[in-house]
C-alpha cells in the first residue's frame, strides 16, 4: 500500500480525502488504481498530472517505482516558460 | 503609388498641384514610413524634399537662423551657433527618437506632422518661431503655432508646404529649455511637453517670456497667463509657483493609454517650473 | 555552503558561445531569414471585434484576384480528424464560429507579393454579428458577463455546476487549518492586489516558411521554442502521419514562454498545401501584441497571519487569473507557487482560470508565479514592517528548508533559499545608505523546474572533434553549456566540441524548451550519451591492445590499462581512438534517450533601490541584486545573463507594461512605443550573486535556472516603490500616473 496525497481541488473530487491508500507498485498502477476507484478523478488524471515521488516531479514515467516509504503527491501536470 | 524626388522648390510644388490623390511629403520620413508600413495611409504620391539644396540648410539671417525642412536632428545638433542661441529647441529636437532616428526626422516634418506630443513644436512656440510656407501662390510667414490645427490636421492649403522654420535673434540675457515626461528615459513619446523662453534684463528681471505646453490638449498651445506669471518678476518661488498653477490652468488633456487628465494637469505644472530654473540658470551663464 | 567537493574543469568555465559570431555579424538565419523559389507571401485577416459571431466569410472575390494563389477559413480544416486536446489551438489558429477577441484570425491568404496580399484582404466579406464582451478579470467572473463558450463549466468545483460560466478551472492547494492557524496570529493583514496582462516581448515576431508538395510531405522552417512540439501540432491539424512533416528550428529571437504553442505554422502550411508553393508568414509586431499569447491579467487577495516574534501562523490566497479566450491561465502555479518560500502549519490558496475576450495565453517564464509572488511578498514586507522586524531577517524566520512541506503538497529535498537570503544579507547592497525619496525593496520567490522528454545524439569525428546533437531550441545559450557539460565528461577541450539543433527528423522526440529544462535535461542526456560513446572508446582501446574491455578505463580524456594491465601500454588519447574507428568497427557515436525527472526547484531572493519624483510619480530604479540558486552554473555568464533577463522583464512588468484596452474591448498599444518596456537607459547594471547547492537529481548538481529570476522583481520593486512613496502600492503596473495618485491620495488623507 502506497498513501498518496491529492492537491485540495483533487480531493474534493475524490470523495473529499486528501489522503488515500493505493495497492501500486508504480505510477502506472496508481494512476490506474485511483481511477478506478475514484472515478470523480478520473477526466483530471486523463488530461494528465505531474508525480511527486520525494520531492522529485514525474510526468508520464509509468515505470518509476513507489512504496510505502515514499512520499507520494498528484499535482497539476507541471509546465513551464 | 508614385516616388518623386524633385531637386528645387518649384519642381515640388508643380508635382504637388498635379496630383489631385492622397499626397504625403517625406522629409526625413520617420512618420510617413510608419504610417505606410502600418497601413494608417495610401498616398498615390510621394514627394522627397531632400534632393532640394536650399531645404537642407542652416542660414543665419538677421541675428537669427533659418532651418531648412530637410535638415534633420543630427545636423541641428552638430550647428554651434543654433545650439547656443536656442539651445532649447535643440534639446527638443534631439529628444526625438533614437540616434539612428536623429540622422533622419526633422523639425518641420515635426511640426507638420501635427501631433500635439511633438517635441520640437512646444519649444519653437516658444521661441517665437515662423514658418515660411510656399504653394502655387507664393511664400507666407506665420508663427508656428499656426500651423497645427487639431491632431495631424494643419492648415496648409493645398500644394503648399512649410519651407523652413525661422528662429528669431534675441537679447543677451535670455535663453529657453524643453522638458517632457516619459515614463522611460527615452525612445518614448511625450505625456506633457513644457518649452519655455525668456529674456531678463541687468538687474535680473523678466522682461518678456514665452511659454508653450505640449501634449495637454489638441495642439501644442501658447500660455500667455504662465508667460505673464514670470514678466516682471526675478522668476522667484513665487513666480514659479505661479507659473506652474497657470500652465496647469491651462491644460485641457484627455484621458488616454499615455497618461490620465489629472496627471497631465499636475505634470504640466511641475514641468513648466522646472523649465523655467533650466532656462533661468542658462540665460545667466550667458 | 553547499558547495560541491568535485573539481570541475569545463563546467563553471566562460568560454565565447558558439553561435555569437554569427549573431553579431547579422548572418545568423532567424526565422524570417529563410526563402524558397516560388516562395508566397501568407497575410490573416483578422477581427475588428472583441467578441461576434461569425455568421458567414465570403472569399470569393479575393480569390479571383491575379495573384491570389490560396485562401484558408476555419472551414478548411478538418476539426473532426483533430484530437480534441488540440481543439482549442486550430479554433485560435481560425476563428470558427465566433472571433474571441480583437485579431482573432478568420481568414488568410496566400498571393505572390504583399501588395496583392493586402489588397485581397480586402476583398473578403466577413458578415459579425457584434456581442457583448468582456476583458477585466472580475467582471469576467460576474454572474452576468458575457459567456464566450456556452459549454464552459468550472472544472474541478464541487458540486458541479449547472450553469456554464467564463470560469474553466477552480484549483485549491494546501495543508492545515486555516482558521486555527489565523487565531494563533498576533497580527493579520489582509490586501487585494491587481496585474495587468504583459507579453513577453521577444524582438523576433513569430515566422515561418512551409513547404507542402503533392505527396503529401511536408517542411516546416519557424521560430520556435520546440519544434516537435510544433510538428506534432501541425501535423495534428493538417491531418498528416507525424513522420511526413519535417520542422527545423530557427535561431530564435527571444520565447520566454511565448513560442511554445502555434500561431502562424498551420495556417502557412495549409496555404502552401492549398497554392502548391512555398508560403512565408511573418507577424507584424502588432500581430504579436494582438494574436500570440500574452500572460493573465489578474486579481488577487492575500492573508497572512504571524505571531509577535515574527513566525507565520497562517497564510491564504485567492488568485483570479484572466487568461485570455480560452481560459489557458497558469493560476494553479500560481496558487502553488505563491507560499512555496515559506515553511508553514496551515496554509491555502484557491484559483481561478478565467475565460475573456483577449488573445489565447501561453506560458510567459515562470508562469503564473511572478504575480501571485508580487502579492504574497508585498504582504510579507508589510508584515515585517509592521512587526518592527528586518526583511531578510523575517525571511529567514520561516524560510523553507530540506525536510519543509511545501505549500504545495510535496516535502522539500535539498533547497537553496536560505543560502540566497544569508547571502543578500551579507551583501554590501543590504546595507548601503538611502537617499531622500528613497526605498529599498527586498522578495524572494520560487520555481518548480522541469525536466521532460529528451533524446540526444553524439558523434566522434576521425580527427578527435565532436558533433552533438539536441532536439531543443537555444533560447539563453545552451550550446555553450552543452559543450561545457561534453567537454567536462569526455575530458576534451570545448573547443573541439559542436553543439547543433538538430530538426524533427533527426533525433527522437524532445519536450519544448521550456520550465528551465533545456540545460538539465538535454545536459543530463548528453552526459548518459557521452559515457556511452566512453564505453564504446574503452573497448575499442582494449581490442587494440587485446585485453579485456573491464580492463580499461577511462581517465583524463585517455583510455588506460587498469587493474591487472596498469601500466602495461601507454594511455591511448581520445583522438588516436576516434582515428582508428574505422579499423575497430566504424564510426564512435553516443546516444541517449530520457524522460528526465529530477529536476531541482530553484529560489531566488532580490534587492532594489529605486526612487521616487514625488511631483511626477516616475520611478528610477537605482541599484538592482539578483541572488539566485543555480545548484551548479555551468556558464556562469549565461547564468547571470538569466538573472540579468529576468529582474529587467520584471522592472517592465512592476513599472510600465500592460495590455490596456478600450471600452470597445479593442488593444490600445499594440506596439513598442505605447507598451513601455524598458529600455537599456531605464536600467542600471544588474548584479548576480550565483549560489550553488546542488541538486541531488543532476550528476553535476544543476538546477534550471531561466524562470525563477522573474518570480521576485514586481515584488521587491513594488516594496521599494511604497517605501520610498510612502503609500503601499497594489497595483500593477506602477506607471507614473498611478504612484502619482496613490500619494496624493494618502496626502489628501
Known sequence: MVKVMLWGSLAALAEGKPELEIEAKNIKQLLQRLAEDHPGLKPVLEKGVSVSIDGMMYNDAWFEEISSENEICILPRIEGG | MRFEAPTSLNAAIELLENEAGVVRILAGGTDVLVQLRSGQVEPDLIVDIKRIEAMQTITEEDGGFRIGAAVCGAELGGHAGVCKLWPGVVEAVELIGSTQVQGRATMVGNLCNASPAADSVPA??????????????????????????????????????????????????????????????????????????????????????????????????????????LIGTSIDEAALEALAQAASSAATPIDDKRGTVDFRIKVAGVLARRAAIIAVQRSRVD | MGKQDRDFKAVGTRPLRPDGVEKVTGRAKFGADLSAPGMLVGRFLRSPHAHARIRSIDTSKAAALPGVKAVVTGDSFDITKVSSGNHDTL????????????????????????SIARKALKLIEVDYEVLPHVTDVDEAMAADAPLLH?????????????????????????HGDIEAGFAKADVIIERSFKTAATHQGYIEPHACLANMTQDGQGELWCCTQGHFMVRNVCADLMGMEISKLRVTASEIGGGFGGKTTVFIDPVALMLSKLAGKPVKIVMSREEVFKASGPTSSTSMRIKIGATNDGRL?????????????????????????????????????????VAANRP?????????APMAAFAVESVMAEMADRLGLDQLEFRLKNAATEGTRSSYGPTYNSVGLTETIKAAQSHDHYSAPLGANQGRGIASGFWFNFGGQTAVSLNVQEDGTVNVTVGTPDIGGSRASMGLMVAEELGIEYDNIRCIIADTSSLGYNDVTDGSRTTFSSGLALINAAKDAKAKMCARAARIWDIPAEAVEWKDGCVQPAGANAGEFEPMSFAEIAANADNTGGPIAGHHEINASGAGVSFGTHMVDVEVDPDTGYVKILRYTVVQDAGKAVHPAYVEGQYQGGAVQGIGWALN????????????????????????????????????????GHPYGVRGVGETSIVPPMAAIANAVSQAAGVRMTELPMSPPRVLKAMDDAKGG
Do not use: W
Open chain 2, 124 to 229: 519653437m512656440v516658444a521661441a517665437g518661431a515662423t514658418a515660411r510656407v510656399t504653394g502655387p501662390e507664393g511664400s507666407r510667414d506665420i508663427p508656428v503655432e499656426k500651423i497645427a490645427t487639431g491632431p495631424g490636421q494643419t492648415s496648409l492649403g493645398r500644394a503648399e508646404l512649410v519651407e523652413s522654420v525661422y528662429l528669431p535673434a534675441r537679447g543677451v540675457h535670455s535663453s529657453d529649455a524643453y522638458l517632457r515626461f516619459i515614463p522611460r528615459t527615452e525612445m518614448d513619446i511625450a505625456v506633457v511637453g513644457a518649452g519655455i523662453s525668456i529674456e531678463m534684463d541687468g538687474n535680473g528681471i523678466c522682461t518678456h517670456a514665452r511659454v508653450a505646453l505640449g501634449a495637454v490638449g489638441p495642439r501644442v498651445m501658447l500660455v500667455e497667463d504662465a508667460a505673464t506669471a
Open chain 3, 91 to 114: 479554433a485560435n489558429v481560425m476563428a470558427r464560429d465566433k472571433a474571441l477577441y480583437e485579431g482573432h484570425a478568420v481568414a488568410a491568404i496566400a498571393a505572390i507579393s504583399v
Open chain 3, 150 to 174: 456556452e459549454n464552459m463549466f468550472t472544472a474541478n468545483l464541487t458540486p458541479k455546476p449547472t450553469k456554464p460560466s467564463n470560469i474553466a478551472n477552480f484549483y485549491e492547494f494546501g
Open chain 3, 313 to 353: 501562523t497562517a497564510c491564504e490566497g485567492e488568485f483570479n487569473y484572466q487568461g485570455g479566450a480560452y481560459a489557458d491561465s497558469p493560476v494553479q502555479f500560481g496558487a502553488m507557487s505563491a507560499f512555496a518560500c515559506y515553511d508553514l502549519e496551515h496554509v491555502k490558496t484557491v484559483g481561478y482560470d
Open chain 3, 360 to 368: 489565447k495565453n501561453v506560458a510567459y517564464r515562470a508562469p503564473g
Open chain 3, 657 to 696: 507594461e500592460e495590455y490596456i484596452y478600450g471600452e470597445d474591448g479593442r488593444l490600445q498599444n499594440a506596439g513598442f512605443l505605447d507598451y513601455r518596456m524598458p529600455v537599456a537607459s531605464d536600467l542600471p547594471m544588474i548584479d548576480t550573486v550565483i549560489v550553488e547547492v546542488p541538486n541531488p
